[in-house]
């Protein structure tokens, strides 16, 4: 599957969920869940012109004659995914922890399931970003 | 690890870019070899030597 058409699913599938969901919500005359719909619209924008540049770029080198992944950037990609799958597991603990203290110590309210569901996915999305970055950069193995 | 892919390169006049698309390979790729940042595989160890035909213990200094 080309870069192109795995990008267009993606953004179509999260599209039609955040459309849905902004139906339903106007329907059920739920205005909270309106307003976090408009920034996951914004962040999925950005991340379609940021994705279109990266594959603008990749398709430019591949007309060159240069091979899409090698073995270093395959091994980079391994090594993100995983930093972002420690990350995200400890990152949900650690909000498990605070959710469980916050109500008694605090006396604050417990965290919202579906932020920290969001949190959890964004953070994980960023350390595998980052990792891959690092990688590049640095180019240890 | 030093390698000597760089001086190996010059003889035959290639660029980096040459030389990764002579391997199959990503530009950043030799440019990281050449700084011993990157530990290849058997495999891209082989298939540079090759493509400077040169021999992987000439292209790949060992530090003890």
């Given at each position: 599957?080309?870069?192109?058409?795995?990008?267009?699913?993606?953004?179509?599938?999260?599209?039609?969920f955040?459309?849905?969901?902004?139906?339903?919500?106007?329907a059920?005359?739920m205005?909270?869940?309106i307003?976090?719909?408009?920034?996951?619209?914004?962040?999925?924008?950005?991340?379609?012109?940021?994705?279109?540049?990266?594959?603008?770029?990749?398709?430019?080198?591949?007309?060159?004659?240069?091979?899409?992944?090698?073995?270093?950037?395959?091994?980079?990609?391994?090594?993100?995914?995983?930093?972002?799958?420690?990350?995200?597991?400890?990152?949900?603990?650690g909000?498990?922890?605070?959710?469980?203290?916050?109500?008694?110590?605090?006396?604050?309210?417990?965290l919202?399931?579906?932020?920290?569901?969001?949190?959890v996915?964004?953070?994980?999305?960023?350390?595998?970003?980052?990792?891959?970055?690092?990688?590049?950069?640095?180019?240890?193995? | 690890?030093?390698?000597?892919?760089?001086?190996?390169?010059?003889?035959?006049?290639?660029t980096?870019?040459d030389?990764a698309?002579?391997?199959?390979?990503?530009?950043?790729?030799?440019?990281?070899?050449?700084?011993?940042?990157?530990?290849?595989s058997?495999?891209?160890?082989?298939?540079?030597?090759?493509?400077?035909?040169?021999?992987?213990?000439?292209?790949?200094?060992f530090?003890?």
């Amino acid at each position: 599957m080309n870069e192109e058409l795995k990008t267009g699913i993606t953004v179509a599938a999260v599209a039609f969920f955040v459309a849905g969901l902004a139906l339903l919500s106007i329907a059920a005359g739920m205005k909270d869940t309106i307003a976090w719909t408009i920034p996951v619209f914004g962040i999925l924008v950005i991340f379609v012109l940021a994705r279109a540049l990266y594959v603008k770029r990749e398709k430019a080198r591949i007309k060159e004659g240069f091979p899409k992944d090698d073995e270093r950037t395959r091994s980079m990609k391994e090594r993100a995914g995983y930093y972002a799958y420690l990350g995200s597991v400890y990152f949900a603990l650690g909000l498990m922890w605070i959710n469980f203290l916050m109500p008694d110590m605090f006396h604050l309210p417990e965290l919202d399931v579906t932020l920290v569901l969001a949190a959890v996915i964004a953070e994980a999305f960023v350390i595998y970003l980052f990792s891959w970055w690092y990688f590049e950069r640095k180019a240890e193995r | 690890m030093k390698t000597r892919i760089k001086e190996f390169r010059a003889r035959y006049d290639l660029t980096q870019e040459d030389l990764a698309k002579k391997v199959g390979v990503r530009r950043e790729t030799i440019l990281f070899l050449e700084k011993g940042k990157y530990n290849p595989s058997l495999q891209l160890a082989h298939d540079v030597a090759k493509a400077l035909k040169a021999s992987i213990d000439e292209l790949f200094l060992f530090e003890e």
